[in-house]
């Protein structure tokens, strides 16, 4: 939810001009700073920022997305899988219309992935004589792609990061200047240039593919976005991680609310148990009040609730400023005032935490690597000057500027 000045809101931030009275009160009752989430020579991702949240030091654990987004799915990754993101996505005139195709709905991309591993994985298993690629189906535009032996030593275009750029350009590329990971000595490992291919031959066919199937043609005859591609992104092998538990003491159990594969993949491999919400989205119209009660219901049993709400960055990147104005305020008013009214009640202890995992300017629709604001809270907690939660107020807030695991240390050392 973190963004830039708009001059359309008189040069204020969305923060700043969102009507969002929970996080103000809690701003000035708490205390604030900013955090700087994205570690250098990192991509500014959601993988990144909510594993640098918390806690963890992206050059021992990062592998992507792919591999988290299998561990949310349920599938268990072999020592020589190679996973990685799979979008479907709308392309026109040669250009990234949108990252999510036409917001898909799960139970459309469900059939068109059966589609693309018969018609498209299926075909290549049976050339290569081995089962070397499969699809696996996520939630909404959101999936995932194993290659057996892939290398992770390629480069690929986030397609959120490249909106209306055209897609030529963007295909997959073997890292420049790799000379390891080359074959493997069973010779089943692909070199970067042979995974390269592999999956930029699979973003052409789903192309011829899902432009005739019945779904996308139901869609260009009404004039919507059709799903008329795959776009694979940031892959990797089967990382490893320790818990949360194991990182810090103080948390006995923890859960994890979100609506998106990926956040549940890092809480998985964080320990903590995944919770559900019916309604739950991703989208604007995700289910604020369930995901509420979920986290209020998980403070009675466990130490540590890491609730995660999409919709704010889904509007950012189709730069919809109304859209994420309401997100923000949606926010405020359905998911953390009834938490904090509730926790009010208690005799038990609460401490209370809200920031973004990196910015998603409106203006710009991609993900912005600054650093990104934050407020603590916690009855009895001494108040600094702040008197609002956004990105300029917090600047002057007493935690000043932290950086990476610093914030989890920070909360983890409130008593």
């Not at 209020?296 to 540590?304: R, S, V």
């Amino acid at each position: 939810m973190a963004d830039l000045p708009v001059e359309r809101l008189g040069g204020k931030t969305l923060l700043q001009y969102a009507h969002k009275p929970m996080m103000d009160q809690l701003a000035r009752e708490g205390r604030c700073g900013r955090l700087v989430t994205v570690p250098e020579g990192f991509p500014p991702g959601s993988e990144v920022a909510n594993t640098a949240i918390l806690g963890y030091d992206l050059n021992k654990v990062y592998e992507g997305r792919g591999p988290l987004e299998a561990a949310s799915i349920g599938y268990e990754m072999a020592d020589d899988d190679f996973a990685i993101r799979c979008n479907i996505i709308t392309l026109e005139d040669g250009k990234i219309i949108t990252h999510n195709g036409g917001n898909l709905e799960t139970n459309d991309a469900r059939v068109l992935i059966d589609y693309l591993n018969e018609n498209l994985a299926k075909p290549i298993n049976e050339r290569e004589g081995c089962e070397r690629v499969k699809f696996i189906t996520g939630i909404q535009y959101r999936h995932l792609l194993v290659i057996k032996g892939g290398s992770k030593h390629i480069v690929c275009a986030p397609p959120h990061d490249h909106p209306n750029e055209e897609w030529r350009g963007l295909l997959v590329k073997p890292e420049g200047s790799v000379c390891c990971d080359s074959v493997a000595t069973d010779g089943k490992r692909l070199t970067p240039q042979q995974t390269a291919d592999l999956i930029n031959e699979l973003i052409l066919r789903s192309q011829e593919l899902l432009a005739k199937h019945p779904y996308n043609l139901a869609k260009a005859a009404k004039g919507e976005r059709q799903a008329n591609s795959i776009w694979p992104w940031s892959g990797g092998y089967r990382p490893s991680m320790e818990t949360l538990m194991q990182q810090y003491p103080q948390v006995k159990s923890g859960a994890v609310i979100s609506a998106v594969d990926l956040i549940q993949g890092i809480g998985k491999y964080a320990g903590l148990r995944i919770i559900k919400v019916p309604g739950a989205t991703g989208l604007a119209d995700t289910n604020y009040e369930g995901k509420a009660q979920a986290a209020i219901d998980a403070l009675e049993k466990d130490d540590f609730v890491f609730v995660h709400v999409e919709a704010s960055d889904e509007a950012g990147h189709d730069g919809d400023l109304e859209l994420k104005l309401k997100t923000i305020e949606y926010l405020d008013q359905r998911l953390i005032a009834p938490i904090y009214n509730k926790v009010m009640t208690w005799d038990e202890p609460v401490c209370i935490a809200v920031l973004p995992d990196h910015l998603t300017p409106v203006e710009m629709r991609i993900h912005v690597g600054q650093p990104v604001p934050f407020l603590i809270w916690h009855r009895g907690i001494q108040a600094d000057s702040v008197q609002q939660y956004d990105e300029v107020s917090c600047v002057s807030g007493a935690y000043g500027l932290l950086k990476l695991d610093e914030f989890m240390k920070t909360l983890m050392s409130i008593s």
